[in-house]
């Protein structure tokens, strides 16, 4: 008979397993490479900042150096109704009309001013650098909280699974407990628990299938794609068991996304020093235009209408010499603002250290932990499997094997933690580093 049951729990798990291979035949598998290549064009925090890197890309042109041109026109008319009354009692109505016309082209070209020119188009450049930086920092953020969610759903497949395997023990312990009860071996009250813990290892089954439709909602939140989509994440996890923390430091020093980033800091707060310095020097500009006027006066005893037009073109210089001592406010600030960034940059490039230091001894002990949980879980199967003969030949009580199992189901579940929370400080590490893709 127990050989019959345990049948009975094999063949229901070829179907299972048969049954969810069928389902997904209509679904599509993707790797973590996958996931993130979708994401980078249908995540909206990704095509948010890509808008917003076109901006910064746009503003970078040869403005400051080039010259402006405008034109202008302006058209009046004048309408004056007159009444006259004289000494001898005459009257007079007077109506005129006046219409003035104006129009013109200027031209004006700024042709020194202290080097500001330059180094106002060199902050343009290092602003768009500043804003790839940003969208950088943006995608290794979606990256990383893809890559969790990534990871976080084969731990909890693999959560589901295993409760699984735990229904399917109680159910053929809840079995064997009815039978041994048919029999008159065992009594009403251990029967009725047996069917206790079989219902509770299926409530606890229920539970994790809907955290794992939870964290699929999440998932496909961040890719970006509809929540009825049919990707599906068929994979294992796998630590990576060689990264070293001196080659971390050195590659974060050299490729972390934030410490690039305050680097083009420090390089825009030099131009901002360079401009304010500018206001020393006198700025000289070279003008031009065109302009022409018409004016129509019907009543003028001289001319009825007036046109005048011609070019006009000359330079003007302009030498800073007193301006309230603006020019040194504006240097001393600027200064304070080189000498702030610089400041931040140390200060993170500490901070830095100090997450990759705490990272790292985070990822380690994980390391260390799914040794020795891999350990436990293998002995706690063996238990199961013994604790499970010796159930059925009536020599150990439900209680005690009751206790077994929650031990392997602890020991497994300890395992899949370890495992989860080592990859989430490697990709921590990795994005520390300025790696993570």
Not at 331 to 350: F, T
Not at 351 to 376: A, K, P
Request: charged share 20%; with cysteine; net charge neutral.
């Amino acid at each position: 008979m127990y050989n019959r049951c345990r049948v009975l729990v094999i063949v229901c798990s070829i179907v299972c397993s048969i049954v969810g291979r069928a389902q997904e035949q209509t679904a599509i598998c993707y790797s973590l490479m996958d996931c993130i290549e979708v994401a980078l064009e249908e995540n909206f925090s990704v095509r948010i900042a890509r808008n917003q890197l076109k901006k910064k890309k746009n503003n970078v042109t040869l403005a400051p150096f080039l010259p402006t041109v405008s034109a202008f026109a302006r058209q009046t008319q004048t309408n004056n109704h007159s009444y006259l009354e004289y000494a001898d009692e005459s009257k007079a109505k007077i109506e005129s009309r006046t219409g003035d016309y104006r129009g013109g082209m200027t031209f004006s070209w700024r042709l020194f001013d202290g080097l500001a020119m330059f180094s106002s188009y060199a902050k343009l450049q290092e602003l768009q650098t500043s804003g790839e930086l940003s969208f950088r920092s943006d995608v290794e953020m979606m990256v990383m909280q893809l890559s969790n969610q990534y990871y976080q759903i084969i731990t909890l497949q693999n959560q589901v699974e295993l409760v699984q395997q735990l229904v399917d023990i109680s159910r053929l312990r809840y079995e064997q407990a009815l039978l041994k009860y048919n029999i008159g071996t065992i009594s009403g009250l251990e029967c009725q628990q047996a069917r206790t813990y079989f219902n509770a290892d299926s409530s606890s089954l229920i539970v994790q299938k809907q955290n794992l439709r939870n964290a699929y909602i999440g998932f496909y939140r961040t890719i970006g794609i509809p929540y009825d989509s049919k990707i599906v994440v068929r994979d294992t996890i796998v630590p990576e068991t060689e990264l070293v923390l001196d080659n971390l430091w050195a590659s974060a020093l050299e490729k972390n996304t934030e410490l690039l980033w305050m680097r083009q800091g420090k390089v825009i707060a030099g131009h901002d020093l360079t401009i304010a310095r500018a206001g020393r020097y006198p700025t000289l500009d070279f003008t031009s235009g065109y302009s022409v006027s018409g004016v129509n006066t019907p009543l003028s005893t001289s001319a009825r209408y007036n046109e005048t037009n011609g070019y006009n073109w000359g330079f003007s210089l302009s030498i800073p010499i007193f301006s309230g001592f603006t020019i040194n406010r504006q240097i001393k600030n600027a200064k304070l603002g080189v000498a702030r960034s610089e400041l931040q940059y140390q200060q993170r490039e500490q901070s830095l250290l100090g997450d990759l230091l705490q990272e790292y001894e985070v990822y380690t002990d994980n390391l260390r932990m799914i040794h020795f949980e891999t350990q436990n879980a293998q002995v706690a199967y063996s238990n199961v499997d013994a604790a499970m003969e010796r159930y059925r030949l009536g020599s150990f009580s439900l209680i005690e094997f009751r206790d077994i199992q929650l031990s392997y189901l602890n020991a497994v579940d300890r395992k899949l933690r370890a495992i989860y929370q080592a990859k989430l400080s490697e990709v921590a590490l990795l994005l520390l580093a300025g790696v993570i893709f």
